[in-house]
């Protein structure tokens, strides 16, 4: 025992804390808490906690987006137009023949048809590219690799921000047309890639009506709304909607006294 307490005040913050309480034993108790709160609170580094927490998030990420991506997939495969193109790809290349054939060890028909199935998600895959949330997960957006490449992308945009102000603002350039975009996306308010989501023909109608074009993007953005109003006029959910708010309304809390 007497041994362990001289192990103990070898430490130096441990004596100053021993030779306090010497001063103050009135503070005995408070003392007695604080030593053996920080002597079991596990020494762990920070850095390591924030790096495995990291990699877990990122891991999550993967997994998360791979089966979102893996849904779209199955949902394209069940849409007439992609599913007919897809299978006549198989039949071009003779895949369907093969999974068909028998071999050495016989296949039922569950085992065909699932076989069958995945030539036709593996052709979408190869000629159908996702964009958007359910796009294929790429490993440079985790979380882990964006911040590990944070200083690349915070340079790239300070020299692009760079070009832009002297192309455009101080030599008076036109735009080019993805630059065009650019601004239409930002007057919309779009992520990168909820607009690349978008389809060609309607990006092709934004640059049409040059909606780069501040007055142009206004006219656009009130004949959109008008549009809604319309549709939602003529809705019949909508209308049992606006007429269960004007007779009912949405509900009231009332406080009656007994």
Not at 106 to 134: F, L, T, V
Not at 140 to 148: E, G, S, T
Not at 240 to 253: D, S, V
Request: glycine content about 4%.
């Amino acid at each position: 025992m007497q041994l362990e307490i001289l192990s103990f005040l070898q430490d130096e913050e441990t004596r100053k804390d021993y030779d306090y309480m010497l001063d103050h034993p009135e503070e005995y108790y408070s003392h007695y808490y604080h030593y053996y709160s920080r002597r079991l609170t596990p020494k762990v580094d920070v850095r390591i906690v924030i790096l495995v927490s990291v990699c877990a998030i990122s891991v999550f990420q993967f997994f998360s987006w791979w089966n979102s991506y893996n849904k779209a997939i199955s949902y394209l495969a069940t849409v007439p137009k992609y599913r007919i193109q897809a299978t006549e790809i198989a039949k071009q290349q003779g895949l369907l023949k093969k999974a068909k054939e028998k071999g050495r060890n016989k296949k039922s028909k569950e085992e065909i048809r699932d076989e069958e199935e995945n030539i036709i998600k593996n052709i979408i895959k190869s000629k159908i590219d996702i964009k958007g949330g359910y796009q294929k997960p790429q490993i440079r957006d985790l979380l882990l690799f964006q911040i590990i490449l944070a200083p690349f992308h915070l340079c790239s945009y300070i020299a692009w921000y760079c070009r832009w102000i002297y192309n455009f603002n101080i030599k008076g350039k036109e735009y080019g047309e993805e630059e065009r975009l650019y601004i239409i996306r930002k007057s919309m308010k779009m992520s990168k890639s909820q607009f690349d989501s978008l389809e060609d023909h309607q990006k092709e109608t934004f640059l049409k009506r040059e909606l780069w074009i501040k007055e142009n993007y206004e006219i656009y953005k009130q004949e959109q709304e008008e549009e809604l109003k319309k549709k939602l006029a003529n809705d019949p959910r909508w209308k049992r909607y606006r007429r269960w708010m004007k007779n009912e309304g949405p509900g009231r809390l009332t406080f009656v006294d007994d």
